[in-house]
């Protein structure tokens, strides 16, 4: 069983509710190809989706941009 910590922030008289959990795209510059992954974000703001490499075995030129 999974357990998620949530948070509870107030935004503009809002109630939002965040749990660390983000979507993630990446592009690879190489090839073209797109993935996109859930990830954790931790207390420093890192985003860890556990992505290593692409089809391509490309392991560093990529575009990684996060989704609301």
């Known amino acids: 069983m999974r357990t998620d910590t949530a948070t509870v922030q107030e935004v503009n ?3 939002v509710v965040a749990s660390g959990r983000v979507k993630i ?5 190489k090839c073209g190809e797109v993935f996109i992954l859930r990830g954790v974000r931790d207390v420093k703001g890192h985003v860890e989706t556990g992505f290593r ?15 609301v």
């Open 25 to 29: 795209h990446i592009r690879c510059r």
């Open 13 to 15: 008289g809002e109630t």
């Open 53 to 67: 490499r692409c089809l391509c075995d490309n392991e560093r030129e990529f575009d990684i941009e996060t989704l």
